[in-house]
C-alpha cells in the first residue's frame, strides 16, 4: 500500500467522524499510527521467517549427523546408525512437544522476572506446578510456533550426538527410550537454568542475574553440547566398548587397541560440511529478536567469527597431527579424519561465544579447540573408551572450553550490547585494565559444573531405577 492511499484511507476515516475537513495534525497521527502498525507487524513477520529459516537450517544438521555417524561404522551397521539418528528427531520431537518445552520456557519469559524456579510452571512457594501452560503447546500464541520450532531444532541436535558415539551397541527400543528421557526432562532443566529468565544461571533478565552478570552462553556450548556430549560419555561407560575393541574374545585386554576404521571418509566429510552449514544458523538464529535494538547488524559478526573457529580449529588439529606423525615415524602425512573432527570442535567452542567476542579470539578458541579435541582424543582411547566417532572430545570436552572462553575473551562493548551490562567482563579484558575481576569466568564455570553435576545426577539415578 502507498503512502497516498495511506493519506487517502486517513482522510476518509477523520472525515467519516466528523462533518468538517480533518485538520493536519489529526492527519499526522493517523498517518503516523498506521506507518508505527505497518512497521511492528512486518518486524514480527520478518522475526518469525528468520526463526523459521534458522530451525530449518539447524534441523539440517540432523543429516550432517547421520552422514558422519554412517561413514564411520562398518558397512553391516549403516542401516542400524541411520535408523537412531532418525529415532532421535522423532523422539525429541514427541518428548518436547509433550513436556519438554513447558519444562524449558514455560511460565514467565519476561526478562523482568524476579521469580527463580528449578524448572518451567513450576512454583518455588508452593512446590507444585502452578500452570499447565505449554505442556502439549497449551497457550502457545501463533507468534511463538516459530521459537518453539526453533528450540525443538537445538533439543534434536543435542539427543543426536549420543548416536554416533554408540554405533554398533544399543537396541532400538532401548535407545528411543533415551531420545524421550532427553528431550522431555534433561535438556529442558539445563534449558531453563541457563536461558529462561526464571533460571537462577541466566543472562536474560534485566535484574537479580547471578553475581551481577550470569551465566553467557549465547548458542549452547554447554546446553546443547555438552549435554548431549557427557550424555554419550555415560552411556558408552554403561554398554562398554564394541566387541573386539579394546578386550579378545576372553575379555582379555589387547595390547593394542583394534582400530574399526569407518567405511566412508566421503560421508563424514559430507557430514562435516552439511553440519558446518546448519551452524550458520544455529549460532546466528540464536538473536532470536532480529529486529530488537538493531540486533540485526551484529548476525553478520556472529556468522564470521563462528567461521575464523571452524577454520583455526581445522588447519590446528591437522598441523599438529601432521608434526607429531612426522616426528614418530619421519613420513609427512595429513590425516582427513582428524582435520574434520578439528573443524568440528572449533565451531563447538565457538558457539557459547560467537555473539560476545571479537573475531581475533575466536581464531585462539579454534586454536585451542583443535589441540584439546587431539589430546583427549587419544586420552579416550588409553582409558578403553570406545567413541565411534569422537564425539565425546568434540562436543562435551569443547563444550567445556567454549563456555570457560567467554570468561576469557567476552567483549565489553559487545556484552552492554547484547546483554546490557559491562561491569563484569572477559578476565583477558579485566587484566588490560589493571583489574583481575573474574567474576564472568566464576559464572561460567558455576554453570559447567551445574549442567555436569545434574546429568551425572540423574543418569545415576535412572541407573539405579532400571537396575
Known amino acids: 500500500m502507498s503512502s497516498s492511499s495511506t493519506y487517502e484511507s486517513c482522510l476518509a476515516n477523520l472525515s467519516a467522524k466528523s462533518a468538517s475537513i480533518p485538520n493536519t495534525e489529526d492527519l499526522l497521527v493517523c498517518i503516523s499510527s498506521s506507518f508505527d ?96 501452560e505449554s505442556f502439549f503447546m497449551m497457550g502457545l500464541d501463533f507468534a511463538e510456533l516459530s521459537f518453539w520450532l526453533f528450540q525443538l531444532a537445538f533439543c534434536s541436535a543435542s539427543a543426536t550426538i549420543v548416536a554416533g558415539t554408540l554405533a554398533e551397541r ?79 574374545l576372553r575379555g582379555r585386554v589387547l595390547d593394542t587397541p583394534k582400530d574399526f576404521p569407518g567405511h566412508s571418509l566421503a560421508l563424514q566429510m559430507l557430514g562435516v560440511f552439511i553440519l558446518w552449514f546448519g551452524w550458520y544458523g544455529f549460532n546466528t538464529g540464536s538473536i532470536i529478536r532480529l529486529t530488537n535494538d538493531l540486533r540485526y547488524t551484529y548476525v553478520s559478526k556472529i556468522a564470521i567469527n563462528t567461521t575464523l573457529a571452524a577454520a583455526s580449529g581445522t588447519v590446528t588439529t591437522l598441523f599438529i597431527h601432521t608434526v607429531v606423525q612426522e616426528r614418530l615415524t619421519g613420513e609427512v602425512t595429513y590425516n582427513l579424519q582428524y582435520a574434520m573432527n578439528g573443524c568440528l570442535s572449533g565451531l563447538v567452542a565457538i558457539t557459547a561465544g560467537c555473539s560476545v567476542i571479537e573475531s581475533w579470539a575466536s581464531i585462539i578458541i579454534g586454536i585451542v579447540a583443535g589441540g584439546l579435541y587431539l589430546v583427549f582424543s587419544r586420552q579416550l582411547v588409553k582409558c578403553r573408551i570406545d567413541d565411534a566417532v569422537d ?59 551445574f549442567t555436569a553435576g545434574k546429568l551425572f545426577n540423574h543418569y545415576f539415578t535412572c541407573s539405579l531405577t532400571f537396575v
Not at 178 to 207: C, D, K, N
Open 391 to 449: 564425539a565425546i572430545p568434540v562436543h562435551m570436552i569443547n563444550g567445556i572450553w567454549g563456555t570457560f572462553s567467554v570468561g576469557l575473551f567476552a567483549s565489553p562493548n559487545l556484552l552492554e550490547i547484547l546483554y546490557g551490562r559491562s561491569d563484569h567482563v572477559g578476565w583477558f579484558y579485566s587484566l588490560s585494565k589493571g583489574s583481575a575481576d573474574a567474576t564472568l569466568l566464576a559464572c561460567q564455570v558455576v554453570g559447567i559444573i
Open 170 to 248: 544399543c537396541q532400538m527400543g532401548a535407545y528411543l527410550g533415551y531420545s524421550l528421557m532427553l528431550a522431555g526432562f534433561v535438556y529442558p532443566v539445563i534449558v531453563h537454568q541457563i536461558w529462561s529468565p526464571s533460571g537462577f544461571l541466566t543472562a536474560q533478565r534485566e535484574t537479580d542475574v547471578l553475581w551481577g552478570v550470569g551465566m553467557v552462553d549465547f548458542a549452547g556450548s554447554t546446553v546443547v553440547h555438552l549435554t548431549g556430549g557427557m550424555t554419550a560419555l555415560i552411556a558408552t561407560k554403561i554398554l562398554g566398548p564394541r566387541a573386539g575393541r579394546f578386550y579378545d
Open 37 to 132: 502498525s505497518r512497521t511492528t507487524s512486518t518486524n514480527s513477520a520478518v522475526e518469525v521467517f528468520y526463526l523459521l529459516y534458522a530451525a530449518s537450517l539447524v534441523f539440517l544438521m540432523q543429516a550432517g549427523f547421520a552422514m558422519i555417524a554412517a561413514g564411520c561404522v562398518r558397512t553391516n551397521n549403516i542401516q542400524n546408525t541411520l535408523l537412531k539418528n532418525l529415532l532421535d528427531a522423532c523422539g525429541a520431537a514427541l518428548g518436547f512437544y509433550t513436556v519438554g518445552y513447558a519444562f524449558a520456557w514455560g511460565g514467565s519469559t519476561d526478562r523482568n522476572t524476579t521469580q527463580k524456579t528449578f524448572i518451567g510452571n513450576y512454583s518455588s512457594h508452593s512446590f507444585m506446578f502452578d500452570s499447565t
